[in-house]
């Protein structure tokens, strides 16, 4: 889910889409409104995210989102925003952690 180039490894279109959703509903009230009132109907209008994408957002699947691409910065803040307790969310990382990421 990643392409290169002469720099090196570059995320894919759909992970960017992932970290601008993280972004937006971090830093944008009326995104972030939105977003919480109806997860799946707010997604439903972001083109290009697959329904492996849509499911680990509207479920916040945070194992998931990271191989997807998340940016782990951006997904501690929205795990954070949603009051997640650090066990959980280490935890669900952890379970990633060996996964494949190609």
């Known amino acids: ?4 180039n002469w720099v090196g ?3 894919s279109q759909e ?3 992932i970290n601008r959703i993280l972004y937006d509903v ?5 995104e972030e409104a939105r977003y919480f009132a ?6 439903a209008d972001i083109p290009g995210l697959s329904d492996r994408a849509v499911a680990a957002l509207s479920t916040t ?5 990271y191989l997807l691409g998340a940016n782990p910065y951006l997904l501690r803040a929205y795990c954070l ?3 997640m307790p650090d066990p959980e969310y ?5 379970a990633v952690g060996g996964a494949n990421h190609g």
């Open 90 to 94: 280490l935890a669900a990382l952890r």
């Open 15 to 17: 992970a960017y889409t």
């Open 26 to 30: 971090q830093h944008d009230r009326a």
């Open 38 to 43: 109806d997860p799946k109907a707010y997604l």
């Open 61 to 65: 699947d945070v194992g998931q989102l």
């Open 9 to 11: 490894t570059l995320p």
């Open 1 to 4: 889910m990643t392409a290169s």
């Open 81 to 83: 925003q949603l009051r």
